[in-house]
């Protein structure tokens, strides 16, 4: 079983940063890629970027160019850098690992969330 614990949401003002971390443990046999979802109040949960065990990154459009997934395998960390945040980016934070069952990948484990606030 894989645990995942968000850390490093905040408030923080429109135009800033922040970097938010999920470290993982427990075995992470046959998981394939992690994903950063959020999901702001009275929305979906949606997806916000992703990175696979090779390293390829994919991120919704709205946050691409100001928002980097990265990963340290060593730690078991993986990152969201989050750069010029707009209110649009408050949202509960969750990480996510996942893996491929005949070509679709289905995130099987989840964190609780880290809240990140951006004021306008």
């Known amino acids: 079983q894989v645990q995942l614990v968000e850390s490093g949401g905040g408030l923080v003002q429109a135009g800033g940063s922040l970097r938010l971390s999920c470290a993982a443990s427990?075995?992470?046999?046959?998981?394939?890629?992690m994903g950063w979802y959020r999901q702001a109040p009275g929305k979906q949960r949606k997806l916000v970027a992703t990175?696979?065990?090779?390293?390829?990154?994919t991120y919704t459009e709205s946050v691409k160019g100001r928002f980097t997934i990265s990963r340290d395998t060593a730690e078991n960390t993986v990152y969201l850098q989050m750069n010029s945040l707009k209110p649009e980016d408050t949202a509960v934070y969750y990480c996510?690992?996942?893996?491929?069952?005949?070509?679709?990948?289905?995130?099987?484990?989840w964190g609780q969330g880290t809240q990140v606030t951006v004021s306008s």
């Open positions: 990175i696979t065990s090779g390293g390829s990154t």
């Open positions: 996510a690992a996942g893996r491929l069952r005949l070509g679709i990948l289905t995130y099987d484990y």
């Open positions: 427990g075995s992470m046999f046959g998981i394939d890629a």
